[in-house]
T-cell receptor, first 117, second 118 residues
Framework: EAGVAQSPRYKIIEKRQSVAFWCNPI?????LYWYQQILGQGPKLLIQ????????DSQLPKDRFSAERLKGVDSTLKIQPAKLEDSAVYLC???????????????FGPGTRLTVL | AQTVTQSQPEMSVQEAETVTLSCTYD???????LFWYKQPPSRQMILVIR??????QNATENRFSVNFQKAAKSFSLKISDSQLGDAAMYFC???????????????FGKGTKLSVKP
């Protein structure tokens, strides 16, 4: 079974530029998560999708971050414009439908390391 | 709001020895899940072990076991017979079992960096 795929693995940009990250979840996983992991900290949820609908985006800085999950499969996370403090690893995770079972393991992708100069 | 605290930024263990990583959490919920994740330099988060709060029995997975103290809100990870491949960042995480809202959202601690000496 293929795991969660993310691209690119690394990205270096100048501040005020735009950047986009892509995530392909495990086939059949209805729930998709984007986490931000700043150096020296644990991951923090940015946004959670259930199929193509948003479940939780309370911690997403909506003035600069946006995310979509068209057709309930792949997802894209965008930052525009980027700030220095956005330097972090962006992790994508997926799980089976959380509305069906109270526990569904989250499987993580390898992450994208973003450096903003 | 729930919080997870890992008070040991770094730990070191000799190969084949045993090490315990500490984690405390704060919640007003009665039903939840607790996890330990391993993150090697490759950055991929790997689930090591999980514990359901309603279960009194401590979870075990091969060389990994937990000491879950619900009243004390403590959840430590014991690694027995440590191996060089165990070297990584270890994160303790909490997840509500409540349906609805942000159910499924993992709340992580800051992590403990484990080094294994040959």
């Amino acid at each position: 079974e293929a795991g969660v795929a993310q691209s690119p693995r690394y990205k270096i940009i100048e501040k005020r530029q735009s950047v986009a990250f892509w995530c392909n979840p495990i086939s059949g996983h209805a729930t998709l998560y984007w986490y931000q992991q700043i150096l020296g900290q644990g991951p923090k949820l940015l946004i959670q999708f259930q199929n193509n609908g948003v479940v939780d985006d309370s911690q997403l800085p909506k003035d600069r971050f946006s995310a979509e999950r068209l057709k309930g499969v792949d997802s894209t996370l965008k930052i525009q414009p980027a700030k220095l403090e956005d330097s972090a690893v962006y992790l994508c995770a997926s799980s089976l439908d959380i509305s069906v079972s109270s526990y569904n393991e989250q499987f993580f992708g390898p992450g994208t390391r973003l450096t903003v100069l | 709001a729930q919080t997870v605290t890992q008070s040991q930024p770094e730990m070191s263990v000799q190969e084949a020895e045993t090490v315990t990583l500490s984690c405390t959490y704060d919640t007003s919920e009665s039903d939840y899940y607790l996890f330990w994740y391993k993150q090697p330099p490759s950055r991929q988060m790997i689930l090591v072990i999980r514990q359901e709060a309603y279960k009194q029995q401590n979870a075990t997975e091969n060389r990994f076991s937990v000491n879950f103290q619900k009243a004390a809100k403590s959840f430590s990870l014991k690694i027995s017979d440590s191996q060089l491949g165990d070297a990584a960042m270890y994160f303790c995480a909490y997840r509500s079992a409540w349906f609805g809202g942000s159910q499924g959202n993992l709340i992580f601690g800051k992590g403990t960096k484990l080094s294994v000496k040959p």
